[in-house]
T-cell receptor, first 116, second 117 residues
Framework: GENVEQHPSTLSVQEGDSAVIKCTYS??????FPWYKQELGKRPQLIID?????GEKKDQRIAVTLNKTAKHFSLHITETQPEDSAVYFC???????????????FGEGTQLTVNP | IAGITQAPTSQILAAGRRMTLRCTQD?????MYWYRQDLGLGLRLIHY???????GKGEVPDGYSVSRANTDDFPLTLASAVPSQTSVYFC????????????????FGNGTRLTVT
């Protein structure tokens, strides 16, 4: 099955700096790569996703890049703010059919701390 | 407000006891999932259901069972709880690929914090 590895496990940056979180996946058939943000004690929430037919996607201060050849994808947060502090999870899945469906495999998570 | 409701919010359970975690969604999503979240291990899939009447095993299914009698409800049962099942449990739902013809994001419930003593 799919295996997703995420690095680093913890990341501390100064407010205003950029943060980058990287993930690798094992199954070359994976074609959907979402990122979730989880604040302390809350549910994970989708912040951005990318499909395999796109190399990069941006939404304000957040961007995701995908390298299918190398099987890795990254989350970039620019001009970080204290409210960006949270755990971030990457995930990968394969668009399946009637029986297999579409199931996400998550990375282990990155604790991002933005220091004021 | 459309979304996923999980109950209970938290529970302390004696080892050996039976427990059912409830999950209900009102978004008419065909696909539903149960994940457990443990520190340093991320979110691991326990069981899933692509549509009412069908279920499948995820990455860590042992000790858990599920049922999907209708579209809205997806309960998770621990037949005989053990301390290693202490975790935060998240229910999630999404459009099934046959509903949307593309990978659909997961919508998570607020989670159930379970402690098995």
């Amino acid at each position: 099955g799919e295996n997703v590895e995420q690095h680093p496990s913890t990341l501390s940056v100064q407010e205003g700096d950029s943060a980058v979180i990287k993930c690798t996946y094992s199954d070359s058939a994976s074609n959907y790569f979402p990122w979730y943000k989880q604040e302390l004690g809350k549910r994970p929430q989708l912040i951005i996703d990318i499909r395999s037919n796109v190399g990069e996607k941006k939404d304000q201060r957040i961007a995701v890049t995908l390298n299918k050849t190398a099987k890795h994808f990254s989350l970039h947060i620019t001009e970080t703010q204290p409210e960006d502090s949270a755990v971030y999870f990457c995930a990968a899945s394969i668009l399946g059919g009637e029986t297999s469906g579409s199931r996400l495999t998550f990375g282990e998570g990155t604790q991002l701390t933005v220091n004021p | 407000i459309a979304g996923i409701t999980q109950a209970p919010t938290s529970q302390i359970l004696a080892a050996g006891r039976r427990m059912t975690l409830r999950c209900t969604q009102d978004m008419r999503h065909n696909a539903m999932y149960w994940y457990r979240q443990d520190l340093g291990l991320g979110l691991r899939l326990i069981h899933y259901s692509n549509t009412a009447g069908t279920t499948g095993k995820g990455e860590v299914p042992d000790g858990y069972s599920v049922s999907r009698a209708n579209t809205d409800d997806f309960p998770l049962t621990l037949a005989s709880a053990v301390p290693s099942q202490t975790s935060v449990y998240f229910c999630a739902s999404s459009l099934h690929p046959t509903q949307a013809n593309y990978n659909s994001p997961l919508h998570f419930g607020n989670g159930t914090r379970l402690t098995v003593t």
